[in-house]
């Protein structure tokens, strides 16, 4: 089983996106879904993540902007991100919480 985070891209200050994150198997054999981003020369950290339930828990760095969200019948996690600012600037990563092995993530660029 594979988590694909995607739709990732090139947005100005103050602009949205949102990424996906699918599982290749079912959502079902996964509890608590995060997204986590590293920024260059920084260390990776957790943004938000979302349990089996519904229920979410955003880092500080996220309160107020952005929301996970999970789909179950698509087997997707979703990050929707507003009010993006440069320092957003890093590769996304979707992955389990606790974070167990890591795949590609998604780049994600803001522009002042």
């Known amino acids: 089983v594979q988590l694909q985070a995607s739709g990732g891209g090139l947005v100005q200050a103050g602009g949205s996106l949102r990424l996906s994150c699918t599982v290749s198997g079912s959502i079902s054999n996964f509890g608590t879904l995060a997204w986590y981003r590293q920024a260059p020369g920084k260390w990776r950290e957790l943004v938000a993540f979302?349990?089996?339930?519904?229920?979410?828990s955003y880092a500080d760095l996220a309160k107020g902007r952005f929301t996970i969200s999970r789909d179950n019948p698509k087997n997707t996690v979703y990050l929707q991100m507003n009010s993006l600012k440069p320092e957003d600037t890093a590769v996304y990563y979707c992955?389990?919480?606790?974070?167990?092995?890591w795949g590609q993530g998604t780049q994600v660029t803001v522009s002042s």
């Open positions: 979302v349990r089996r339930d519904g229920s979410a």
């Open positions: 992955n389990e919480y606790p974070a167990r092995t």
